[in-house]
T-cell receptor
């Protein structure tokens, strides 16, 4: 099946620093990728939709200047958490939509990035 | 926007019994409904999905049913095993192809 990687898997940073998370589709091209956030024992919350070559679409309540998304190629989307604060600590998961297999619309998830802001 | 409700939030069954998880959605335009299994600290894994042109789909011990008129869909796991213990999420795809997730069901299968 399709593989999505995410890097780093875990990051600990100081308050005020910026952190970049990469999401890659390894064996398919993804014109659309999605970024989710998951708090402990909670569901996945959609943050934004990342479209290759255009601006991301953010969900209501998600600050676009704080969570910068860039989708510069068909296999890579990045999420940068700017000026991170302890409340940004969470599990960030990306997904990529594979439409090459006869239009199955299947979304494949990356392994997630555990962000801890001290 | 799409609102997905999932019940129950926790479910405990004995090994060999069946487990049923139910979800409802609000956007009648939704056409794709996947189910994911997530183990602690790991990514969600797609276990089965259904599209609006079918009413039921089965894959070995797992089945999903969809009622578009009532806007609800259900996951059925038969002959449960301890390794089925995990958190299960239903989801509905919105018009932008993103997934709106239910709040999850923590399933515990006891030997």
């Amino acid at each position: 099946g399709a593989v999505v990687s995410q890097h780093p898997s875990r990051v600990i940073c100081k308050s005020g620093t910026s952190v970049k998370i990469e999401c890659r589709s390894l064996d398919f091209q993804a014109t659309t990728m999605f970024w989710y956030r998951q708090f402990p024992k909670k569901s996945l919350m959609l943050m934004a939709t990342s479209n290759e070559g255009s601006k991301a679409t953010y969900e209501q309540g998600v600050e676009k200047d704080k969570f910068l998304i860039n989708h510069a190629s068909l296999t890579l989307s990045t999420l940068t958490v700017t000026s991170a604060h302890p409340e940004d600590s969470s599990f960030y998961i990306c997904s990529a939509r594979d439409v090459t297999s006869g239009g199955t619309d299947t979304q494949y998830f990356g392994p997630g990035t555990r962000l801890t802001v001290l | 926007g799409e609102n997905v409700e999932q019940h129950p939030s926790t479910l405990s069954v004995q090994e060999g019994d069946s487990a049923v998880i139910k979800c409802t959605y609000s956007d009648s335009a939704s056409n794709y409904f996947p189910w994911y299994k997530q183990e602690l600290g790991k990514r969600p894994q797609l276990i089965i999905d259904i599209r609006s042109n079918v009413g039921e789909k089965k894959d070995q011990r797992i089945a999903v049913t969809l009622n578009k008129t009532a806007k609800h869909f259900s996951l059925h796991i038969t002959e449960t095993q301890p390794e089925d213990s995990a958190v299960y999420f239903c989801a509905a795809e919105n018009s932008g192809y993103a997934l709106n997730f239910g709040k999850g069901t923590s399933l515990l299968v006891t030997p």
